[in-house]
């Protein structure tokens, strides 16, 4: 099975409240990834983990929180939504090793109003 | 930092035509290059890579050519079928590995039958 599910497809969010989204995969994969998608832009590393070990991209260190409290599961959590943070939100697995494939998730699609 | 630039941004071509899809990068660090593909409504997926070691790379329908000194790919389809509409991404990294990918904006590939 190389699926990574991503909960829930559609997020509908108030300006100001936090947002919670969640990923899991089951191929045992030992690294995990967040990226935001925008139209006609590409898609952009906002985190990831290895292991248990979370590395958070510069320039969204102080955006977005992420949890993965077992192998499978990863959560990406936004503490105040703002308008610019509605985008499609990713979630990959891979395992390390000489750059093995991204299998991606069918994506959440946040709108916050 | 790494940029990747993809053109054209979109092509429509007529069943059973060859396409080719540009990809320019400018961190000449940068060793991996995977590229991708999203059907419409359906997630992102693998569908070939190369190495910086490496001129070319074939596989079925799809041929990959990388030059190292001018810092361009491009990705060749032959034979297109109306399954190959999608959007193409292009992407780099320092690592011989997923981190620290930067992806390009996509390439709209529209297939007419």
């Known amino acids: 099975d190389t699926t990574v599910k991503q909960n829930p497809r559609y997020k509908l969010a108030r300006v100001g409240k936090p947002v919670n989204l969640i990923c899991s995969q089951t191929?045992?994969?030992?690294?995990m990834y967040w990226y935001q998608k925008k139209p006609n832009q590409a898609p952009k590393l906002l985190l990831f983990?290895?292991?248990?070990?979370?590395?958070r991209e510069a320039d969204t260190f102080e955006k977005f929180q992420s949890s993965r409290p077992n192998n499978s599961f990863c959560s990406l959590y936004i503490g105040s939504a703002g308008l610019e943070y509605s985008a499609m939100y990713l979630c990959?697995?891979?395992?390390?090793?000489?750059?093995?494939?991204?299998?991606f998730g069918s994506g959440t699609r946040l709108t916050v109003l | 930092g790494e940029q990747v630039e993809q053109l054209p941004s979109s092509l429509i071509v007529q069943e059973g035509a060859s396409v080719l899809i540009n990809c320019s990068y400018t961190?000449?660090?940068?060793?991996?290059f995977p590229w991708y593909k999203q059907e419409p409504g359906k997630r992102l997926q693998f569908i070939i890579d190369?190495?910086?070691n490496m001129e070319r790379k074939q596989t079925q329908r799809l041929t990959l050519l990388f030059d190292k000194k001018t810092k361009h790919l491009s990705l060749h389809i032959t034979a297109t079928q109306p399954g190959d509409s999608a959007i193409y991404f292009c992407?780099?990294?320092?690592?011989?590995?997923?981190?620290?990918?930067?992806w390009g904006s996509g390439t709209k590939l529209i297939i007419k039958p």
């Open positions: 983990y290895y292991d248990k070990i979370l590395n």
């Open positions: 190369i190495r910086s």
């Open positions: 961190d000449s660090a940068s060793v991996y």
């Open positions: 990959a697995s891979s395992s390390i090793g000489s750059a093995e494939t991204l299998y």
């Open positions: 992407s780099a990294s320092p690592m011989d590995s997923n981190y620290q990918l930067i």
């Open positions: 191929m045992n994969h030992d690294t």
